[in-house]
């Protein structure tokens, strides 16, 4: 059993940062895909960044790309996801997700995954 739990969300204005956090603790954390999706009322829960199998590679929506980074710390089994210049469009529910066995071509697809954090907030204002 893996659980996630992320930190870090909150209020920021436009042009902000802000750094999400997310812990892992299971047998198979380390070694696992683990991804941040986020979710705006009323959207579809969409794929953010990823950190390909205990870090081999990173992967970035395009959305983010040049704003956001992703980095992991195995020895402390956590993510992070530092989020600079922030506009009003990335406001939503961050969500840190994990599995141990995605193939790479299901790493952008929510249902895919096994494993969720409960979510924390990000609002961004203008």
């Known amino acids: 059993q893996v659980t996630l739990v992320e930190s870090g969300g909150g209020l920021v204005q436009a042009g902000g940062s802000l750094r999400l956090s997310c812990v892992a603790s299971?047998?198979?954390?380390?070694?696992?895909?683990i991804a941040w999706f986020r979710q705006a009322p009323g959207k579809e829960r969409e794929f953010v960044a990823a950190?390909?199998?205990?870090?081999?590679?990173?992967y970035y929506d395009d959305s983010v790309k040049g704003r956001f980074t992703m980095t992991r710390e195995n020895t402390k089994n956590t993510v992070y996801l530092q989020m600079n210049s922030l506009q009003p469009g990335d406001t939503a529910v961050y969500y840190c997700?994990?599995?141990?066995?995605?193939?790479?071509?299901?790493?952008?697809?929510?249902?895919?995954?096994?494993?969720w954090g409960q979510g924390t907030q990000v609002t961004v204002s203008v």
């Open positions: 950190s390909w199998r205990g870090g081999q590679r990173t």
């Open positions: 299971g047998s198979t954390s380390r070694q696992m895909t």
């Open positions: 997700a994990g599995d141990a066995t995605l193939i790479l071509s299901s790493m952008r697809n929510h249902v895919h995954y096994d494993y």
